[in-house]
Structure formats: structure tokens, C-alpha cells
């Protein structure tokens, strides 16, 4: 079994930055693959970025320029880096992650990770 807690959360102004951590524990974390979620309000669960096995990373387009998702194995933990936020990035940000080796297609599907974390509330400012 897998868990997963994010932090980093927060309250910040428009053009703000926050780095959001996502620590595992329970089975072995490295080289799996990991992505970033965000859900706001009355919509869908919307993917942000991704990290497969081998390191490859993947963006929705809306946040490649300012958002990068990286790994430190060693300490089992992922990160969202958002730079230049935007009020519309106003969610609930949620780490997930997946047994399975998949490619960018399926890695920006909700429904392909195998587990999830709490959340964590990101607020933009205007």
C-alpha cells in the first residue's frame, strides 16, 4: 500500500509562486510514476503534470510555461513548482500515484493511478 500527503498549500497573490510536496510511504517509491491533479469548485478532476518511471515529464498545456513537477527519490517525495499564478489556478491540488508503466497519454488520466492523497488547497488572489 501506498500513502500520500500533500503540502505546500496556501494562500498566495497573483503572480505568486508555491511549491507544493508530496511525500510516499508504504511500498518502494522510486521510479514510479507520479502525477499532479487540481479540482476546483464544481468541476472535474483536471490533470496538471505528470512523471513517468523513467523520468519523462508531461504538462497540460495550460500550465508547461509555468508549473514543473520533479522527484527527489531519496527523500520519496514529488513537487509542484507554480510560478506566475494565475486566480484561475484557485483548486484543490491532489498528488497521485501508479503501479503501472504508462505513457504521457494515459499518465493525464485520473482513472490510471492507483492511489491519492488528501489534497491540498491552493488559493490565487487577484
Known amino acids: 500500500q501506498v500513502q500520500l500527503v500533500e503540502s505546500g498549500g496556501g494562500l498566495v497573490q497573483a503572480g505568486g509562486s508555491l511549491r507544493l510536496s508530496c511525500a510516499a510511504s508504504?511500498?518502494?517509491?522510486?521510479?514510479?510514476?507520479m502525477g499532479w491533479f487540481r479540482q476546483a469548485p464544481g468541476k472535474e478532476r483536471e490533470f496538471q503534470a505528470a512523471?513517468?518511471?523513467?523520468?519523462?515529464?508531461y504538462y497540460a498545456d495550460s500550465v508547461k510555461a509555468r508549473f514543473t513537477i520533479s522527484r527527489d527519490s531519496s527523500k520519496n517525495t514529488v513537487y509542484l513548482q507554480m510560478n506566475s499564478l494565475e486566480p484561475e489556478d484557485t483548486a484543490d491540488y491532489y498528488c497521485?500515484?501508479?503501479?503501472?508503466?504508462?505513457?504521457?497519454?494515459?499518465?493525464?488520466?485520473?482513472?490510471?493511478?492507483?492511489?491519492w492523497g488528501q489534497g491540498t488547497q491552493v488559493t490565487v488572489s487577484s
Open positions: 497521485a500515484a501508479t503501479d503501472q508503466s504508462l505513457g504521457s497519454f494515459w499518465l493525464r488520466q485520473a482513472g490510471n493511478y492507483d492511489y
Open positions: 512523471i513517468s518511471m523513467s523520468g519523462n515529464t
Open positions: 508504504g511500498r518502494p517509491f522510486s521510479n514510479r510514476a
